[in-house]
């Protein structure tokens, strides 16, 4: 058996990013840059205005109050090539006009009077006041670098702002899953049994990277039921399978393993939930065999399948963070695997708390449901982790900071 330190580094180590294609800015939400792209306009175009008010000149209203004679109006969009100030004269101006010749400041209306053609000017301002200089924010030919960050609406913006229709981004891995075991049913199945949740738990949570999953079914506890399925599944760059991984006689990942080929770098992690986790290859496709418990498959999918598939669409950053959290109550720890329990994470007085949920069984779904984190108890720690412990806590629910 590894630690997950270390199957979290062996699975890290073998996957990688599966290559590139051009999108248009249409399909780009979600997707991660995989090249740097230049801007392929200015902005401003122009030096305009950034807020309504009159177009001066300094020279005119360094002594206030002072009069102006009111040449026009310009508006955003107005062509300004033939507009010119001369002394003692201003332009009204709308927020986005550009800047007509000679002008070098903007007054807003606020400290202004207008009357009969007149501007009175009321309140003193500083040069180059109110204006937004060509090129301040981008220039035509500077670099976009979202290399390895995903293209969030705010970072579509400045891309789709600066003319650019086609955006580098790295592939979508393929990705299936296959359940396996007798007593599964399929949702609105009327026999008794228990519902193949874990598959709609593993396509939602993908879903949230952009990732869509193909379910390929339900697998028997008979190997030539497996088989056949996996053949299938050796299409995809990832198979996920759930339950069967284990060495009991219908175990049927376990029992198939050597005449399907499976090579695999770890089997077994030292760990709570999940210890029956493993990972492999098969062909060109890495395996994630996860156990069947659904809060097993939970863990496991955030915690090993989320940083590979981050790192295979080519996050700069894949590896989740943890922060400190202080137990709010007692944890009881009777062995040397390293735990993740499920606690809830709340943020008082600066600092964050983390409440183990009542019980800790790895087929409770609700645990997982009514909780936001996994607080990591390290192997050597066992006995009774007293309340006030700080210790490390993954986040897999940040809705409790909003």
Same mark, same amino acid.
Do not use: W
């Given at each position: 058996m590894v630690y997950p330190s270390e199957a979290l580094e062996i699975i890290l180590s073998n996957v990688k990013p599966i290559g590139e294609e051009l999108i248009s800015v249409f399909e780009a939400s979600n997707r991660v840059a995989s090249r740097t792209v230049n801007a392929l306009r200015t902005l401003p175009?122009? @030096?305009?205005?950034?807020? @309504?008010?009159? $177009?001066?000149? #300094?020279?005119?209203?360094k002594n206030i109050p002072t009069k102006l004679r009111l040449k026009g109006t310009i508006?955003? %969009?107005?062509?300004? =090539?033939n507009l010119k100030i001369g002394k003692g004269e201003c332009f009204r101006i709308m927020t986005g006009a550009p800047v007509p010749e000679g002008a070098d400041t903007v007054i807003e209306f606020e400290v202004t009077k207008e009357v009969n053609g007149t501007v009175d000017v009321l309140k003193p301002k500083k040069k180059g006041s109110n204006i937004r200089l060509k090129g301040e924010d981008i220039k035509y030919g500077d670099t976009i670098d979202f290399k390895?960050?995903?293209?969030?609406?705010?970072?579509?913006s400045r891309i789709v702002s600066t003319g650019n229709v086609f955006i580098p981004v790295y592939k979508k891995p393929s990705v299936c899953i296959i359940s396996t075991g007798d007593e599964l049913v399929h949702l609105g199945d009327t026999k008794d049994g228990i519902v193949d949740s874990n598959s709609f738990f593993v396509k939602a949570l993908l879903k949230q990277f952009s990732i869509e999953t193909s379910y390929l079914g339900i697998s028997k506890d008979k190997n030539e039921d497996f088989i056949q399925k996996m053949h299938s599944a050796m299409q995809f760059d990832i198979i996920i399978t759930t339950a069967g991984i284990s060495f009991g006689d219908y175990d049927v990942v376990t029992n198939s393993e050597k005449e399907l080929n499976i090579e695999w770098f770890f089997k077994y992690v030292m760990q709570k939930p999940g210890k029956p986790f493993a990972f492999g290859k098969l062909n060109k496709s890495f395996i994630f065999s996860f156990p069947g418990n659904p809060v097993s498959t939970a863990f496991c999918s955030f915690f090993y399948?989320?940083? $590979?598939?981050?790192?295979?669409?080519?996050?700069? =950053?894949?590896?989740?963070?943890?922060?400190k959290a202080i137990l709010t109550e007692p944890v009881k720890k009777r062995n040397d695997r390293v735990h993740f329990n499920r606690v809830k994470v709340e943020y008082k007085d600066k600092k #964050?708390? $983390?409440k183990p949920f009542e019980t800790q069984g790895s087929n409770i779904i609700e645990s997982?449901?009514?909780? =936001? %984190?996994? $607080?990591?108890?390290? %192997? =050597?720690?066992? %006995?009774?982790?007293e309340a006030g412990t700080e210790v490390d806590v993954f986040l897999y629910d940040f809705g409790f900071l909003s």
């Open positions: 175009p122009y @030096d305009d205005a950034a807020m @309504d008010g009159y $177009a001066v000149k #300094f020279e005119d209203i508006k955003a %969009g107005d062509d300004v =090539n390895g960050e995903i293209i969030t609406p705010y970072r579509l399948l989320v940083p $590979a598939l981050k790192k295979m669409t080519g996050y700069k =950053n894949f590896k989740h963070q943890s922060i #964050f708390y $983390a997982i449901v009514q909780c =936001n %984190g996994f $607080a990591m108890i390290e %192997g =050597n720690l066992i %006995g009774t982790i």
